[in-house]
């Protein structure tokens, strides 16, 4: 059983989190915990004293810049009115293939695994997308934090899994349906989900509202949400309601999206009175506004863009030393733009003119951001970088030379003793190296290529970890494509030149790239 559960939530391996519970329980009805980070290795022992009720741990999925599990967590706005069955039905109906688990605050864990290790980016895309469209929920895992695993004290938990018709299983049968819903990352990318709208036009809500109407709310701020759902309700009938009408609308808003509704007295004087208003608008800053979502929906504060934004298809960006290019599909045709033809709409549309596409101008509202300019910043947002390109075609030369230089020569495989001793350590079974920062310090010295080690890591994508068999502060990052190891460690076996010897080569000009 252990080795099983060790198996599946297989993540960073070096630190756990271990949590308590204090007795005390929030506003919410969320049950109050201590958590402490610990900095040794996940093991079988620590699942038996997970089972066994004696230490409840928590497990980090990534390993490096790769995942093998991820998780949405349900966090409700009101744990004491909570039922998880509506979520449940939703994985169900739409053949989610999520397992969902009771979370030791009574909230809900919804556990995703996979058959090989993933690129991060490539299964926060799925659940970023499934979050927005079903759940609503704050947290995404991955996400640089622990998690806390299922089936604590196992012979009397409160933290079990739940099957397809809503009925909580025993430990075996979450292992039975993990290994069922476990999926490759090709076809959940394949998978295609059935539209999901509550209500009619549910997808140009405002984001506060969709939240109000899937969970009961019971935080404070009630008059200002009900103030946005009668804003809502007069955008959908294009402000044609009577002061009557939108009362009675609210006085059945209030008793739907709130666990304690606000007096019958207060909807009718105060709200309903505010919303007849000709000159309504939907107040921000509430505990459950999202700013950037709402400026893109039709029902929320934005207006145009929605309609547009979802003709532009596979949009990426291209990074070079230099500058950066943005590319997308729209009406058929593969738009390469660069930010000067993003800087005002004319630039932007004499650019589509070139492609055969003749752009309409969007119209300006009197006040407020334009239309367009909120069409940039989405399009600038949803842009992820083409990973073919990243390095072959836009990494100046001079950079890429450089870094092609420092792996070849620091390189080893498997021998994580180097880490300490200014080596690059190749793990040959995920194909990802570590290595310390002070390494490539070292080894870029006075040299200009780099401003600092700084732009180098981050222009790899490398991602620091706290520990790493038993090193602290080592990097990680997917052997570039560009590095042909086979080679590196043949040449390095052959060599009994040091680290240093090789650096000092470098430096003095001997060292150059074919």
Known sequence: MERRLLNLFEGNSELFITTSLTGEVDERGKRVAKTLTVHEPVTLQLWKNHLSGTQRIGIKPEKGNVVKWGCIDIDPQNYKGFSEKKIVDIIREHKLPLVPARSKSGGLHLFIFLKDWTPIKDILKVLHEWNNTFFQSLEVFPMNKCLNMPYFNMDQTTEFAYNDNNIPVLIGKFLELAAQKTIAIQDLLKLKIKE???????????????????????????????????????????????????????????????????????????????????????????????????????????????????????????????????????????????????????????????????????????????????????????????????????????KYNFLKKFFESHIEEDDFEKLQDNYVILDSKSNICYFKKITFEKFLGNNKTFK?????????????????????????????????????????KQSNKTVSEMDDEFHTGKFRTK
């Open 452 to 492: 600092s080690a700084a732009e180098a890591l981050n222009l790899l994508n490398c991602v620091r970890l706290d520990y790493h068999e038993g090193v602290k502060n080592v990097w990680s990052v997917q052997m570039p494509t560009f590095v042909d190891h086979k080679q590196i460690t043949t040449n390095n």
């Open 196 to 398: 999901y709208e509550p209500e009619s036009n549910w997808k140009q809500y405002p984001p506060c509202c969709q939240k109000l109407i899937s969970e009961p709310w019971a935080g404070n701020h009630r008059n200002d949400l009900l103030f946005n759902m009668g804003v809502l309700e007069m955008k959908k009938a294009d402000g044609n309601l009577s002061k009557k009408e939108i009362t009675q609308i609210l006085l059945e808003r209030n008793k739907q999206i709130f666990s304690d509704p606000l007096p019958e007295k207060e909807v009718i004087s105060t709200v309903a009175n505010s919303v007849s208003k000709k000159n309504y608008a939907l107040k921000c800053n509430t505990p459950l506004c999202d700013k950037e979502k709402c400026k893109f929906r039709n029902l929320g504060i934005g207006s145009q863009v929605p309609d547009l934004i979802d003709e532009f298809e596979e949009i990426e960006f291209i990074r070079s030393t230099k500058s950066i290019e943005y590319t997308f599909k729209f009406q058929n045709e593969k738009i390469i733009i660069s930010p000067e033809d993003m800087k005002d709409e004319k630039s932007f549309r004499v650019k589509l003119l070139r492609y055969g596409i003749y752009w309409m101008t969007l119209p300006r509202p009197k006040s407020g951001t334009s239309p367009f300019e909120m069409l940039i910043s989405t399009l600038v947002k949803k842009a992820v970088e083409n990973e073919k390109m990243k390095f072959e075609d836009t990494l100046g030369e001079e």
